[in-house]
């Protein structure tokens, strides 16, 4: 049983940390930087962050998990550059734990990973006003709207890639980049280790590639069609294959796509559209008996449409949709459920960790969202949603949750999200909490409530 008792203590520890170090950052003329503090110059520069966050949920819907969970999660980086004449070289290592997490708590590889190196990798900058650029190594990465790539944010792990990347930026704002790489699977995997925090090295393998290129054209809409939109196209291939140590679906998977996108304007109403498209093979499940290649072709939609108010606290709101597109038959020779690669859901869909069990997948999903700075470095949101399944033959998102017959019906429930963000020294200190209430319908009918509160610290 996790204890509150304990869990308060540290809570307070943990804030009143935070109010005292930031109360001597105030006096501080900008953001208080360890470069600076170290006095480094000649090109070195040493950054870091910590984040520290308690979650607590009630309720829990996942298919064998225990009803209700609590644990703490820590993640310390700390990165190393090295800048000059065009050449550049980084360090950045990430320590991710957790505490006080019981034995029947549900973690993988996305909440620890203990002291690993998250980016190594040498860069060469050329051309006129430096706008091509050639890096190698191991890195981390966010593609355009982080749907299909994307560095982690709330998640106490992030993803990274062992490869080469090449990135080519015009002088009209058009942006290229060239992705080969093989991604990094955390290790370890079993239970034991991870409750303990135990130490074994990420690698990457030929038997995991990713191939993938992305363009960002500001310019080409509002020249031949006369819209003033943002737009961004995407292509990348993945392939993956079973190993000695690790079984997979075996996907051969190709997606691509498109984002359109104007910007907030007070007094106006602005739009996010996204379609992403998929096709090629895979198995049902990573079972070593399960040799059977599926036919796969799948898809997601997103659109926004937003409405910035003319108001002293920036009020805006948001008017979602999402549509993720499922598997129709468990026994046919098709599979249908988007595969989101390496993107993240959780600025959509909510916190991820302990909670998330809502994924990019057979899901169809309308919203409001408002968001509110009504104090100075104070920022509100609320996002209330419902949910349906696209295909009431699949899964639902990450839960295991799933009835093959459809009988039970496709309508999954409803959530509300609460957040409040208050920057206690802009730059350095951030402080968070949370509070989702999910109304689940349908494959489980339960009430479920996720909380959780931390601090990001940046020097």
Same mark, same amino acid.
């Given at each position: 049983?996790?204890? #509150? ?15 005292? &170090? ?21 090109? &070195? ?16 819907? *996942? ?9 703490? *999660? ?12 065009? &050449? ?13 997490? $019981? ?25 006129? @006003? ?11 990465? $966010? ?6 790539? @994307? ?25 290229? #980049? ?27 393998? +030929? ?69 992403? &498209? ?25 659109? +926004? ?14 008017? +979602? ?6 598997? +129709?038959?468990?026994?046919?020779? $098709? ?13 959509? *869909? ?7 069990? =809502?994924?990019?997948?057979?899901? =169809? ?12 470095? =104070? ?13 009431? #033959? ?55 409530? *996720? ?9």
């Amino acid at each position: 049983m996790f204890s #509150k008792a304990a869990s308060s203590t540290k809570i307070s520890l943990v804030l009143s940390a935070t109010i005292l &170090f930031s109360n001597s950052l105030l006096a501080a003329d900008g953001p208080w930087t360890l470069s600076d503090a170290l006095g480094l110059d000649g090109g &070195f520069s040493l950054s870091g962050e910590h984040q520290s966050r308690f979650e607590h949920y009630d309720g829990n819907v *996942f298919a064998g998990a225990s009803p209700n969970d609590g644990a703490f *999660f820590y993640r310390t980086t700390l990165d190393a550059q090295y800048k000059r004449d065009g &050449f550049s070289a980084q360090v950045e290592m990430m320590d991710s734990r957790q505490g006080q997490a $019981d034995r029947d708590t549900q973690l993988n590889t996305s909440h620890v990973s203990a002291l690993d190196l998250l980016q190594a990798n040498v860069a060469y900058t050329f051309g006129s @006003a430096n706008s091509s650029e050639v890096r190698v190594g191991r890195f981390t990465q $966010d593609w355009g709207s982080r749907t299909l790539i @994307a560095r982690n944010r709330y998640r106490n792990t992030i993803n990274t890639f062992d490869g080469i990347l090449f990135s080519h930026t015009q002088a009209n704002g058009n942006e290229f #980049k060239f992705l080969s790489a093989q991604p990094i699977r955390g290790t370890p995997r079993d239970r034991m280790s991870l409750l303990d925090n135990d130490h074994s090295g990420d690698k990457s393998s +030929e038997a995991l590639r990713v191939h993938g290129v992305f363009a960002n054209l500001p310019n080409l809409l509002p020249s031949f069609l006369s819209i003033n939109f943002n737009l961004e196209t995407f292509y990348l291939a993945l392939k993956e294959k079973d190993t000695r140590k690790l079984q997979t679906s075996n996907r051969e998977l190709h997606t691509f796509g498109f984002r359109a996108r104007s910007a907030p304007t007070i007094n106006e109403w602005d739009i996010n559209w996204e379609s992403i &498209f998929q096709i090629g093979e895979r198995r049902a499940s990573s079972n070593p008996l399960d040799m059977v290649d599926l036919d796969h072709q799948a898809f997601y939609q997103r659109v +926004e449409l937003a409405y910035s108010f003319d108001t002293p606290y920036k009020l805006r709101a948001i008017f +979602e949709l999402n549509y993720a597109s499922g598997d +129709e038959s468990p026994l046919d020779n $098709d599979s249908g459920r988007f595969d989101t690669i390496f993107g993240v859901s959780a600025f959509e *869909f909510g916190p991820v960790s302990l909670y998330a069990p =809502i994924s990019r997948s057979n899901i =169809i999903t309308p919203g409001i969202r408002f968001t509110a700075t009504p104090w100075m470095n =104070i920022a509100l949101m609320a996002d209330y949603r419902h949910f349906w399944l696209a295909e009431d #033959k699949d899964s639902w998102g990450r839960t295991g949750q799933r009835d093959v017959t459809g009988r039970s019906g496709n309508y999954m429930g409803q959530h509300l999200e609460l957040r409040v963000r208050w920057s206690a020294v802009p730059g350095n200190i951030r402080l968070d909490s949370g509070l989702i209430f999910l109304d689940s319908k349908d494959l489980i009918d339960e009430q479920s409530t *996720f909380f959780y509160i931390g601090t990001n610290i940046d020097f």
